[in-house]
């Protein structure tokens, strides 16, 4: 950590970033204010709407639109934040600061998490190998763990799947049911949706009218900024990048490092990753039904 002088002669905090998003960096303007929008005790979110831009370090995950911070710097950086009302962006310095903290990104090293949309090569076997890797015990925001969520709610899963391939006005009935269900930053109904969203850039299975629908609920402010932000992230094809990693795993079928990937997104928020499997389980599922069905098999 260093001190600078700002031109007014101000004793001015300097910190250097860990990591920070690709497209971040492209998304940032010279100038422009960006106001802070929330703060945690693991950092703060700027508004870059209709994205937020996380500032800090929980659990050194690495987020669309985020800035990893080392551990040490992370209480300094808060201490002044608490005290900004807003960060600019010097394009040349490639620094983001406000009038107590400049926050560079010159030497930072760069992450990207985008996953592009389409067929990838994870056969049947792959899918099962990531089912039996789940915990099916585990338990969800939704009050049953993902196993008995999954027969319990089966009808209503279905009507979901029935959706994919609705006209946008039946679809978004349907996902009423699910956006900004539940209590939280980002609710249990979000981070169900936000598995299907994954498994869908992994093999696509939600039609246009199903994803306009789904926006369109979105802008509408159906559910928290904070989920609207990882929704539009998802949308464009970012995500935490541990989902990055777990495509590779499951494309080699390396149960090693598939393991070690469900085992990290377990731990994001209270019940946030668990929700996510619940999501990808349920998308993996209408996933090998397609392959069952392409394929003819029994």
């Known amino acids: ?11 001015m905090r ?16 010279e100038g422009e204010a ?5 703060q945690f005790e693991s950092g703060c979110n700027l508004a870059l709407s209709p994205f937020l831009c ?13 800035i990893l911070l080392n551990k040490e710097d992370l209480p300094v950086f808060l201490e002044q934040a608490a005290s900004s009302g807003c960060f600019q962006w010097d394009e ?19 992450y990207s998490s985008y996953i592009q949309k389409k067929e990838y090569s994870i056969d049947r076997e792959g899918l099962s ?13 939704f009050g049953e763990s993902i196993g008995s969520f999954l ?58 009218p199903f994803l306009q629908g789904l926006k369109a609920l979105i802008d509408r ?27 590779d795993a499951m494309i080699l079928k390396d149960s090693s490092h598939m393991k070690m990937c469900i085992g990290r997104i377990r731990m994001i928020g209270s019940t946030s990753g668990c929700d996510m499997m619940l999501g990808m389980a349920a998308g993996a599922n209408f996933i090998k039904g397609m392959v069952k069905n392409r394929m003819g098999g029994p």
């Open 129 to 141: 190998m990531f089912e039996r890797l789940i915990d099916w015990n585990l338990p969800t925001g």
């Open 54 to 66: 996380f500032i800090g370090n929980k659990n050194d995950s690495l987020v669309p639109y985020g």
């Open 14 to 29: 300097s910190l250097s970033g860990k990591l920070a998003a690709s497209e971040l960096i492209e998304a940032l303007k």
């Open 1 to 11: 950590m260093q001190k600078n002088w700002d031109i007014k002669g101000k004793d």
């Open 151 to 208: 027969m319990a709610e089966k009808k209503e899963v279905e009507e979901l799947y029935q959706a994919f391939s609705k006209p946008k006005e039946e679809a978004e009935k349907t996902i009423k049911r699910w956006i900004g269900r539940g209590r939280g930053l980002t609710p249990s109904g979000d981070d169900f949706l936000m598995g299907l969203l994954y498994m869908d850039r992994i093999c696509p299975m939600l039609e246009m």
């Open 92 to 110: 040349k310095e490639k620094t983001l600061y406000s009038d107590s903290i400049r926050l560079c990104l010159k030497n930072t090293r760069i």
């Open 34 to 38: 960006y106001r802070i929008h929330s």
């Open 221 to 247: 402010q159906y559910t928290t900024d904070i989920s609207g932000h990882y929704y539009h992230c998802a949308l464009e094809g970012y995500f935490n990048i541990v989902l990055a990693e777990l495509l």
